[in-house]
Structures are given as structure tokens and as C-alpha cells.
């Protein structure tokens, strides 16, 4: 499966859209992007995910460059619960049992 | 409602004993897991089972052992070989076919004393 990079750290100003990026210049034809976030100490909440469209949903907007080797996932209007930790995973059709968590971006959402 | 229940939320051990985590899960989903969350760190998966009576090593599963007897459980033990136990634990399950969302628990935290 393919590895992604994304920053550490990034802030937004609350009501705000937050884009945060995510890098996978090494993705292959089959592999999804799929976003995450983990709120502290709590489970991590399933956001969005695409292979080639963007895609939109109640949460966030997904948006996928032509060659597919970076995306943003877009909150159009931060609020303060939107602080968390977000992951973006590249995975494969064959690849749905491991998915694999890395650091991914803290963001902070402030007032 | 539908999803997935961990038991305790917060466990302590002494050194030298093993314990059990409970997962269970009513979404009727056939794929489970479990990963390790240390502070400040990603998720690193234990073990996962895509079905009953089978499951398949992660990237750390030395020091754990799990079981799939039902579809709707996964226990995970935490045996006195896991040199380091103290973390934080998360169960997780997705049907198991097609692209779709994993559905996590909420957790639950290990110290060892």
C-alpha cells in the first residue's frame, strides 16, 4: 500500500475552511484515499474516502489531484469539536484488512 | 444501535499477569482488528480476523494472542511477554468487502504497575 506524508501540525481560524493535505505520490491504479480523524483519547471517526473523483459528504469535501499523487480534505466551516488528529490512508482492493494509521496532521482549531 | 463495545476502559496490571480486552461488535461485520496506540503515535495493528476461527498476525502481535470464535467477538489477551503493555487499545471492524469505513470502539487503556 502506498505511504503517505502528511504535516504534523497546521491551525485554522475557527469558521474557516481547513484544508489539510496529504501526499501519496507513490498510489497505484486501485488504491483508495480514505480520511480519519481521532478526537483525544476516543476512537478514530471514519470522514471520507475516494479513488479518482472528489467526492463530498455531510462531514467534509475529498479533493483528489488528476494524477492522484495528493489530495485535500476540506472542512468548509471549522468549529472548535473539529480539533483532532486526521489521517489520510492510501489503500488497496487487497489491502481492506490492514490499514495502517501514521502520525497524521494535528489540527487545531481556535477561537 | 449498531457498533462496537470495548470492555474496560481502563484496566490496571501488575508485571507478570496477563489480561483481557472484550470487542464486540453487532454490525454483522465479518472483518475485526486490533491496533496500539502509544502517546503521540499512529495506530499499529496487533491482529485481524476477515473471518471466524481465523485471524492473521499484524505488525506487533508478539506478546498477543486473540481468538474468533463468534463473528461478534474478538478478545484480544495481553499476555506477560508483551515487554511494554501499557497503551492504548482499539478494536475496529468493516465488512469485509468492497471500499468502505472501518468502525472503531472507543477504546480502552492499559497500565501496567
Known amino acids: 500500500d502506498a505511504k503517505t506524508t502528511q504535516p504534523p501540525s497546521m491551525d485554522c481560524a475557527e469558521g474557516r475552511a481547513a484544508n489539510l493535505p496529504c501526499n501519496h505520490s507513490?498510489?497505484?491504479?486501485?488504491?483508495?484515499v480514505y480520511w480519519y480523524r481521532q478526537i483525544h483519547s476516543q476512537g478514530p471517526q471514519y470522514i471520507i474516502h475516494?479513488?479518482?473523483n472528489n467526492e463530498t459528504n455531510e462531514m467534509a469535501s475529498l479533493i483528489i489531484t488528476e494524477d492522484r499523487k495528493s489530495s485535500t480534505l476540506i472542512l468548509p466551516h471549522a468549529t472548535l469539536r473539529d480539533t483532532a488528529v486526521y489521517y489520510c490512508?492510501?489503500?488497496?482492493?487487497?489491502?481492506?484488512?490492514?490499514?495502517?494509521f501514521g502520525a497524521g496532521t494535528r489540527l487545531a482549531v481556535h477561537p | 444501535d449498531g457498533g462496537i463495545t470495548q470492555s474496560p476502559k481502563y484496566l490496571f496490571r501488575k508485571e507478570g499477569q496477563n489480561v483481557t480486552l472484550s470487542c464486540e461488535q453487532n454490525?454483522?461485520?465479518?472483518?475485526m482488528y486490533w491496533y496500539r496506540q502509544d502517546p503521540g503515535q499512529g495506530l499499529r495493528l496487533i491482529y485481524y480476523?476477515?473471518?471466524?476461527?481465523?485471524?492473521q498476525k499484524g505488525d506487533i502481535a508478539e506478546g498477543y494472542s486473540v481468538s474468533r470464535e463468534k463473528k461478534e467477538s474478538f478478545p484480544l489477551t495481553v499476555t506477560s511477554a508483551q515487554k511494554n503493555p501499557t497503551a492504548f487499545y482499539l478494536c475496529?471492524?468493516?465488512?469485509?468487502?468492497?471500499?468502505?469505513?472501518?468502525?472503531f470502539g472507543e477504546g480502552s487503556r492499559l497500565t501496567v504497575l
Open positions: 490512508i492510501a489503500l488497496g482492493t487487497g489491502g481492506y484488512n490492514k490499514l495502517i
Open positions: 454490525l454483522n461485520h465479518d472483518a
Open positions: 475516494g479513488l479518482k
Open positions: 480476523s476477515q473471518i471466524v476461527n481465523d485471524f
Open positions: 507513490t498510489i497505484s491504479g486501485n488504491e483508495y
Open positions: 475496529a471492524s468493516k465488512v469485509d468487502r468492497g471500499p468502505g469505513e472501518l468502525f
